[in-house]
């Protein structure tokens, strides 16, 4: 959680490029550890919305500016508004964006460089892979001026044993990019000078991959999880037999078969 004054006022939150079908969004509040003000989470949702609805897309990666990942919510913010129905509205502004990256139909890698607390680390929980420098260091540590990280909890609990998850809660205490890849919170841990190589690696594995497959992939990887096991197996099974009547699926076994490279179709 962060509690500095504003920075940079006229430049966007959220800095956005693209290139050859790889989105990167780039928090972009580095005084303030680029904590999620309400101006900040409605812009990262802005983009978002505008990532899911462009079929060129092939891949995210959420970044960010300055020395952190994300500090989590802008505390000089809340302290500011002391009122029931304005957290409630924070916080469900807040889950809505976390929701809406499982929602796009593209994987989004976590680029986490620097230290990632509370909703940040929450942050981290909710993207379909994360990647992280050997300095980052991970935390939910609202418990720290007295404020458990309930929503936090929902990403972290779904990334981390439960044990672990709790001991975390309770005690705000800091992890590092190894223990976080060992608990399951992020992928890897790479030296700080081969992180961009990591995620490039990382981003060519998944566009030589087809992308009608991919999104298929991820929609109902995230709903099964919800499902009873014999509920998951019987929607899964339906995807799975309407991603073999894609043109992709057929490419990709012929290909097999006769010892070549497929050629996806393009989005």
Not at 91 to 118: D, K
Not at 133 to 154: D, E, H, K, R
Not at 192 to 197: F, S, V, W
Not at 198 to 226: C, D, E, L, N, W
Request: with cysteine; proline share 3%; hydrophobic share 45%.
């Amino acid at each position: 959680m962060a509690a500095q004054s504003d920075d940079k006022a006229t430049e966007p939150l959220v800095l956005h490029d693209s290139s050859d079908g790889v989105v990167t969004l780039r928090l972009n509040r580095p005084l303030q550890f680029n904590a999620l003000s309400e101006a900040m989470l409605a812009s990262l949702h802005g983009a978002l919305q505008g990532i899911a609805s462009d079929d060129s897309v092939r891949c995210v990666i959420l970044a960010a500016e300055g020395k952190a990942f994300c500090a989590g919510h802008d505390l000089r913010e809340m302290r500011g508004k002391p009122a029931l129905s304005y957290y409630q509205t924070l916080f469900a502004q807040c889950s809505v964006v976390m929701q809406a990256i499982q929602a796009l139909p593209v994987p989004v890698i976590a680029r986490v460089h620097g230290i990632a607390t509370a909703a940040g680390c929450q942050l981290v929980a909710s993207c379909d892979l994360a990647i992280a420098s050997t300095q980052a260091q991970f935390a939910v540590s609202g418990i720290n001026v007295g404020l458990f990280c309930s929503t936090p909890s929902v990403a972290l609990s779904r990334n981390v044993a439960t044990k672990r998850a709790f001991d975390l809660l309770v005690t705000g205490r800091f992890i590092d990019a190894q223990t976080a890849a060992d608990w399951g919170l992020i992928n890897d841990a790479v030296a700080a000078d081969e992180l961009d190589t990591a995620i490039g690696r990382k981003v060519a594995q998944i566009r030589s991959k087809s992308p009608t497959a991919i999104r298929y992939g991820k929609a109902m990887f995230y709903r099964q999880q919800a499902m009873q096991l014999a509920d998951a197996y019987t929607y899964a099974g339906d995807v799975m037999a309407r991603n073999m009547m894609e043109e992709d699926a057929g490419e990709g076994i012929d290909a097999f078969l006769q010892k070549r490279d497929p050629r996806w179709t393009q989005r």
